[in-house]
Nanobody
């Protein structure tokens, strides 16, 4: 069972910062690709920050230069530092794990329960 537990969502003023955190098991943290996603325009959910297979940080254009993803191998956490927040960043943010699955070359994507971020102008 893949458990992804997010925390850190809150209400902030535009221009402010928040740090989200996701904790999972060591097994998931080790074998799965980890990242953060959000609900895009209230519809589909998509990744906004993740790591490439060689460990580089990858960001969606909408958050590049403002958000920073990091991982703590000892604590088994994936953090998302969000700076220069705007009302357009208001959304539910999800921890994401892309995990290998037997019988398929494609990973299976798991989403956490989400943590709400609200940015007021």
């Amino acid at each position: 069972q893949v458990q992804l537990v997010e925390s850190g969502g809150a209400s902030v003023q535009a221009g402010g910062s928040l740090k989200l955190s996701c904790v999972t098991s060591r097994a998931i943290f080790t074998i799965c690709g980890m990242g953060w996603g959000r609900q895009i325009s209230g519809q589909m959910r998509d990744l906004i920050a993740t790591f490439s297979t060689d460990g580089k940080e990858l960001y969606a254009e909408s958050v590049k230069g403002r958000f920073i993803i990091s991982r703590d191998n000892a604590e088994k956490t994936i953090d998302l530092q969000m700076n220069s927040l705007t009302p357009e960043d208001t959304d539910m943010y999800y921890c994401v794990a892309d995990c290998p699955q037997s019988g398929s070359p494609n990973p299976r994507r798991y989403w956490g329960q989400g943590t709400q971020v609200t940015v007021s102008s």
